[in-house]
């Protein structure tokens, strides 16, 4: 991972089971929620998509289309 500066938005490219970091920072943003997600927390994410989730919970949602 690129050296993450506090506090500042990562860009991320999903990929299935893992993701490559495009530009340094320190978390993302929930697609639905909009919640900040810290990247050593991020664990949910669409690959065609290109999205983050908060939770389980929401990305089932998402996905689902609720």
């Given at each position: 991972?690129l050296?993450?500066?506090a506090?500042?938005l990562?860009?991320l490219?999903?990929?299935?089971?893992?993701?490559r970091q495009?530009a340094?920072?320190?978390?993302?943003?929930?697609?639905?929620s909009?919640a900040?997600?810290?990247?050593?927390?991020?664990?949910y994410?669409s690959?065609?998509?290109?999205?983050?989730?908060?939770?389980c919970?929401?990305?089932t949602?998402?996905?689902?289309?609720?």
């Open positions: 991972m050296s993450a500066p506090g500042r990562a860009r490219h999903y990929l299935p089971g893992t993701f495009l340094p920072g320190d978390h993302v943003l929930c697609a639905v909009g900040r997600i810290a990247l050593d927390a991020l664990r994410w690959a065609e998509r290109q999205e983050a989730y908060a939770s919970e929401i990305a949602q998402r996905l689902l289309g609720r």
